[in-house]
């Protein structure tokens, strides 16, 4: 239970109540929890689709939920996309664009990914059939919190030191296991083989943004994560509107 509410705690705006316990070990640990977190955002989403659809139109709703979707998460995984963009695109070398994702400034790069990030998943999910819209909702930021931890398992750590280096240092091979299953199930059971599709596609795109960030700076960084989790939500909801 304390790692799970650890998982909670930090990529959710939910309220914890109680001491826990912040060893590196459990905060490593709690992403296995990662997923099944994603999937009570997604639960939470669905409720506020449902009530929101009977009183108001589909455009509006979609501009609620993105609303809702940013405030559960307090904007964490948006930072680190737009560190991310930040640093990426206006670093020359791997220090120039560590230091940069380090600052707190928001550059040009890091607001028109934030922009255009929004403004994809806000036209994806008008786009939605409105049948499958809820299974959508749920199996959407599951994938997703499962990208993180497949991007924390497979690529090294860029920094030295940071707080994201406790996830790599004692990440193992279970916990990736145990949130790659509850991924797995989740998204078959509501979506059917399509749900195994768009598990090749989070694990492929996982894949190549990894690649294209190692290769800059030899690693990933805590930004990184968040702005894996972004991506992919955006990826899996264009091919879901393919696919479904």
């Known amino acids: 239970m ?26 490593a640990r709690s992403m296995l929890y990662y997923p099944l977190v994603g999937t009570i955002i997604g639960i939470i989403l669905v ?5 929101l659809s009977k009183i108001l139109p589909n455009l509006v709703v979609n501009i609620l939920l993105i609303i809702s979707w940013v405030a559960l998460t307090g904007g964490i995984h948006l930072d680190g996309l737009s560190d991310s963009f930040d640093g990426i695109f206006g670093g020359k070398d791997k220090e120039r664009i560590l230091d940069i994702m380090h600052d707190s400034n928001v550059g040009v790069y890091g607001v028109l990914a934030i922009v255009l ?3 994809l998943k806000f036209t994806l999910l008008t786009e ?14 599951t994938i997703s919190r499962f990208a993180m931890v497949l991007a924390v398992y497979l690529f090294p750590y860029a920094r030295k030191e940071g707080f994201g280096k406790a996830y790599k240092l004692y990440l193992k091979r279970k916990h990736l296991l145990v949130a790659s299953l509850w991924t797995f199930l989740l998204a078959t059971v509501l979506l059917f083989w399509q749900g195994l599709v768009l598990i090749i596609v989070a694990l492929l795109s996982v894949l190549l943004i990894g690649k294209h960030i190692t290769n800059k700076i030899e690693g990933l960084t805590g930004d990184n994560y968040g702005a894996v989790n972004e991506i992919i939500e955006v990826v899996i909801l264009l091919v879901s509107i393919i696919v479904i």
Do not use: C, H, R, W
């Not at 939605?128 to 930021?141: A, C, E, G, R, S």
């Open 128 to 141: 939605l059939p409105i049948q499958d819209k809820n299974m959508l909702l749920i199996t959407v930021p």
């Open 2 to 27: 304390n790692t799970f509410l650890i998982a909670l705690q930090f990529i959710t705006t939910l309220p914890v109540k109680g001491k826990l316990n912040y060893s590196e070990k459990n905060i």
């Open 117 to 119: 990030i929004l403004l």
């Open 47 to 51: 409720v506020v689709n449902l009530i």
